[in-house]
């Protein structure tokens, strides 16, 4: 992957305003460029990474991201809606800094594909849909999963996640699920 791949997100460091429907044109640049090789590619750099956690919940992790991917990218590619409202560029500009990081660490051609494809899906639901990063139904260690409930997203780990400076959580619309402490 080259620096140009990065190239219409990179631009988002230099805004002050920037309205939902602007940034869902850049994710529709950037996910023009994921192809089915690239995904097949994260998908393997999924289970390489998911090696040591336990078997059920690494076979669900690695089927649910890999369909998640493919879904939200078509779904991105195929959006047709106009979105109301600007983004929280501060907010925006602290997530592509740690996203920026993660990418500087990568340390194979499969994480950077997954991790493009993440920035990616990230952004739109984060930002556009204001859903979940996470898929619902998401399996954590313990038996927990999100959930989707009146309408809001209740993450079993996102208070053990905030303070992880690698993590995606603190810019995530889900809240702590307060029946997993």
């Known amino acids: 992957m080259t620096i140009n791949e990065f190239q219409e997100l990179a631009k988002l460091n230099d805004i002050n305003r920037l309205s939902k429907d602007d940034l869902l044109s850049i994710l529709k640049i950037e996910a023009s460029s994921i192809d089915i090789q690239k995904i097949i590619k994260a998908t393997a750099y999924l289970r390489e990474d998911a090696r040591f956690m336990p078997s059920p919940y690494r076979e669900d992790y690695i089927k649910r991201f890999s369909k998640a991917f493919f879904t939200r990218i078509k779904d991105i ?95 995530c619309v889900s809240i702590q699920d307060e029946s997993v402490k």
Request: hydrophobic letters at 35%; proline letters at 4%.
């Open 77 to 171: 590619k195929d959006d047709k809606n106009k979105y109301e409202g600007h983004v929280d560029v501060f907010k925006l500009k602290e997530f592509l800094k740690v996203l920026k990081k993660q990418r500087k660490e990568a340390k194979s051609g499969g994480e950077l594909c997954f991790l493009k494809i993440a920035r990616i899906v990230a952004l739109y639901t984060t930002f556009i849909l204001e859903e979940s990063i996470h898929p619902v139904g998401t399996k954590f260690p313990g038996g927990f999963e999100l959930r989707l409930v009146n309408g809001c997203y209740l993450c079993p780990v996102k208070e053990k996640q905030m303070n992880n400076p690698s993590a995606l959580c603190r810019f």
